[in-house]
C-alpha cells in the first residue's frame, strides 16, 4: 500500500509551507499527493531525471506538460529531498514586487540561517518579459532554485535568457495503467469498495489527468448510497469526466490541422468530425470560419472558386448568428470544401514568385507597361483584338511560376486560354 502524503499548505504572504491540521478536509487529491518518488505515478522519463540528480546541487528546471500530470507535486517532492525551504509565487495573481518580496525572504532566510530556497513559480508562462527579466540576475548567481509548472510550450512562452538557465522537463499524460493505479491506491487508502468498471471508466475518459480522476473518484465516494448505484447510474448521475479541449494548448493546433488536413484530403466525415470536436470543446467560431477562408483559396483555389465565396459567407453569416445555429453554418462549409475539387495551384504560384522577387535584384517593368513613359505607345490593348487578348510581353523576361491543376473550373479556365491563343 502507497503512503499518504500529509501535504503542508502555504503561508498567504510568502509561500511559505506549514503543517496543516484540517488534511482531512482538503480535496482527495490534495491529500493523496505523495511525498516520496516511489509512490509518484506514471511519468518514468522523469523519474529516471529526478534519480539522476546530484540532490546536492539541484538546477533551475521548467516542469513543462499537461494539467494533472505532477508537476507541482514533483516540485515538492524535489525541494523535500534536497531540504530546501519552499516559497511558492502564481504568476497569474501576482506581480513584479510580489515575486521580489518572495526573492528577498529568501535571500534573508539564506544568509540569516544557510537554509538554501526554492521558489516555485505556477503558470510562469503567463510572465511577462520584464518578470522574467527580474529573475535572471538571481538565477545566475545561485541565490535560489526556480521551479517553474507550465502547460505551454517553453520554447515560445519563455525568453531565451530564461531558457539557457534552466533544465526542460517534460511531462506526458498519464497512461490508463498508471491512472488505474492512482485510483487503485486512492480506493485502498480511504478504505472503501467502488466497482472496478467504475474506476476503469474513469481512468479511460479523464485524459491523462490525475487530479481530474481523484475528483471524479470524490465525486462518488461524497455520493450518498453510492455503494448500491449501476455503474450507468454512477455515469449519468454523478460523473462528470468531460473530454479536454484547451483553445490555448497544443490539442488546439492539433485539431485544427486535422480538421483542414481532412478538407484537403476531400474525406467529409473526417472534417465534421474534428469541426464536432472543436465546437464541443467551445472552439470560437470566428476561428474555424477564418482557417476555411484559408483552406479554400490555399487547397481548392479555382478549381472551384465557389469555395472561397461560401467560406467568407460562412464567416459573415456565423458573425451575425452565434451559437449553437452557427455550427449548421459551419458545417455547411466544411462539407462543401470537403467535397469541392482541389487545386493548390495559385499558393504555389505565389510562393515561388515571391521566391524569385527575393532572390534576384530589383525586377524592372519593362518600358511599354510603365505608367508615364514614351515607349507606353507600344502597349497592345487586349480589348481592342477578337477574344480580348493577343500576344505580348508583360515580364521582361520568360518564367512560369503558374501550372494549372487541370482540376474543374481551372481546367475550363486553361481550356479557354488556350484556345484562344490557338486562334491567334
Not at 142 to 162: C, H, M, R, W
Amino acid at each position: 500500500m502507497h503512503k499518504r502524503y500529509i501535504v503542508n499548505i502555504m503561508d498567504k504572504q510568502f509561500g511559505l509551507f506549514e503543517t496543516d491540521n484540517n488534511v482531512n478536509s482538503k480535496p482527495l487529491a490534495y491529500r493523496l499527493r505523495p511525498e516520496n518518488i516511489d509512490y509518484f505515478f506514471g511519468q518514468s522519463k522523469i523519474k529516471n531525471k529526478f534519480n539522476s540528480l546530484n540532490i546536492e546541487n539541484i538546477p533551475h528546471i521548467i516542469l513543462w506538460g499537461p494539467p494533472g500530470t505532477g508537476k507541482t507535486t514533483l516540485s515538492k517532492i524535489l525541494a523535500q529531498k534536497a531540504k530546501l525551504q519552499l516559497f511558492n509565487f502564481n504568476a497569474v495573481l501576482g506581480g513584479v514586487n510580489d515575486l521580489r518580496k518572495i526573492i528577498q525572504e529568501a535571500l534573508t532566510l539564506k544568509s540569516s540561517s544557510g537554509i538554501k530556497s526554492a521558489i516555485f513559480i505556477d503558470e510562469i508562462h503567463r510572465f511577462n518579459k520584464a518578470q522574467q527579466d527580474a529573475l535572471l540576475p538571481y538565477l545566475e548567481a545561485g541565490d535560489f532554485v526556480l521551479f517553474g509548472a507550465t502547460t505551454e510550450y517553453p520554447q515560445t512562452s519563455l525568453n531565451k535568457a530564461i531558457l539557457s538557465r534552466v533544465q526542460l522537463w517534460a511531462f506526458e499524460k498519464l497512461d490508463f495503467k498508471s491512472l488505474l493505479s492512482l485510483l487503485d491506491n486512492a480506493v485502498n487508502l480511504e478504505k472503501i469498495k467502488i466497482d472496478r468498471d467504475v474506476l476503469e471508466y474513469i481512468a479511460n475518459y479523464c485524459n491523462g489527468d490525475a487530479r481530474s480522476a481523484l475528483n471524479e473518484l470524490e465525486l462518488i465516494i461524497n455520493h450518498k448510497g453510492y455503494e448500491d448505484l449501476s455503474i450507468d447510474e454512477i455515469k449519468t448521475n454523478i460523473l462528470n469526466v468531460q473530454r479536454k479541449y484547451d483553445k490555448n494548448s497544443e490539442r488546439h493546433y492539433d485539431v485544427i490541422s486535422a480538421f483542414i488536413k481532412s478538407i484537403r484530403g476531400s474525406d467529409t466525415n473526417a472534417a465534421i468530425l474534428w469541426l464536432a470536436v472543436m465546437i464541443d470543446g467551445g472552439e470560437t467560431p470566428e476561428f474555424i470560419a477564418r482557417r476555411l477562408i484559408i483552406s479554400a483559396s490555399e487547397d481548392i483555389g479555382n478549381a472551384d472558386p465557389r469555395a472561397l465565396q461560401v467560406a467568407t459567407s460562412c464567416h459573415y453569416s456565423i458573425k451575425n448568428i452565434g451559437m449553437p445555429e452557427a455550427r449548421i453554418i459551419l458545417a455547411q462549409a466544411t462539407t462543401y470544401l470537403a467535397q469541392a475539387p482541389k487545386s493548390n495551384s495559385s499558393y504555389l504560384a505565389i510562393d515561388e514568385a515571391l521566391s524569385f522577387v527575393k532572390n534576384n535584384p530589383t525586377i524592372e517593368v519593362p518600358t511599354h507597361l510603365r505608367n508615364h513613359h514614351p515607349d507606353k505607345k507600344n502597349y497592345k490593348y487586349p480589348h481592342s483584338f477578337s477574344n480580348h487578348w493577343t500576344e505580348q510581353d508583360y515580364q521582361g523576361f520568360s518564367f512560369n511560376f503558374f501550372t494549372s491543376s487541370n482540376i474543374g473550373y481551372e481546367r475550363m479556365q486553361k481550356e479557354y486560354l488556350d484556345k484562344i491563343k490557338r486562334a491567334h
